[in-house]
């Protein structure tokens, strides 16, 4: 899948795009299907909140099939391809939960700060591709995002050790103020199955999720290939070492999974 003309436009001017359902219910569904299973291991790679929920899962896609389908999608690999102009891998792949009443804040910060910082990624060809696995609303913690903030390069970050359980280089209050002076905030909301592209370099964050909703997600974090890292600080399975170009599969692959699923049950 290509972007057209506009979509690429608002990615370069806004530094993100959003796609309301870029994936249709019988995908989210396979996908869904194997979040509580996920969610409810006992392994590293599954970070809990310092409630004890579950707040993200990281490298599913190497070890459960249909996330393992998701990561080498073509309508988002695709785009993420034509947004960093060249071949990409996954740096990082996680499945955000942020449970109903437990999940926590994000705070407002950059991925490409944390990246830079802690992975020494050379420069932000990097961006995130999201997709929606339950509806977002204004209840639940939508991602709120600062238009045009990608446009101010890297911005000083400090690193954020005890806010929540995983740590973060975060963004400070009075540079926040600045930024939403210029760019206000928006917060896309929208039906599971729905995408949002976002440069590395934009400002983000959300707030704690005090509905009853679960609002799951998850973020595929490509990186341009002649762009990997250069520090291997952080594990393995938060910062990928595996630089090797993601082949996008046919556009079925998740329908076929979920036919092949249910024909099996
Ligand atoms: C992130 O910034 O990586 C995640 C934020 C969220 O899921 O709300
Ligand atoms: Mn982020």
């Not at 050790?161 to 896309?188: E, F, H, K």
């Not at 959300?206 to 291997?232: E, G, H, L, Q």
């Not at 070492?241 to 993601?246: A, E, L, S």
Request: glycine fraction near 8%.
């Amino acid at each position: 899948m290509r972007l057209n003309d506009q979509q690429m436009a608002a990615f370069e001017s806004d530094g993100y795009v959003f796609l309301p359902g870029l994936f249709d219910a019988e995908e989210v569904g396979a996908l869904m299907g194997e979040v509580p299973g996920i969610l409810s291991q006992q392994r590293q790679e599954v970070v809990r909140e310092k409630n004890s929920a579950p707040r993200t899962a990281f490298a599913a896609h190497l070890w459960n099939e249909a996330f393992g389908l998701l990561a080498r999608h073509p309508r988002l690999i695709g785009p993420a391809m034509q947004m960093l102009g060249g071949p990409v891998y996954m740096h990082q792949f996680k499945i955000n939960a942020k449970v109903a009443f437990d999940g926590d804040v994000w705070q407002w910060h950059q991925d490409y700060g944390t990246w830079a910082e802690d992975d020494l990624m050379p420069e932000p060809k990097a961006m995130n591709l999201a997709v929606y696995l339950d509806d977002v609303t204004e209840f639940n913690g939508p991602l709120m995002l600062i238009p045009g903030s990608h446009r101010h390069g890297k911005i000083e970050a400090g690193h954020d050790t005890a806010t929540t359980s995983y740590p973060l280089w975060t963004i400070d209050n009075a540079t926040i103020d600045q930024l939403v002076a210029r760019g206000g905030i928006v917060a896309p909301k929208g039906k599971a199955g729905s995408a949002l592209f976002f440069s590395s370099l934009l400002v983000h964050g959300s707030a704690p999720n005090m509905s009853p909703w679960n609002r799951t997600a998850v973020y595929i974090s490509a990186n341009r290939v002649d762009n990997a890292i250069r520090r291997f600080k952080r594990p393995e399975w938060i910062a990928h070492r595996d630089f090797t170009p993601i082949t996008p599969l046919d556009d079925d692959c998740l329908r076929t999974y979920a036919r092949r699923k249910v024909r099996a049950a």
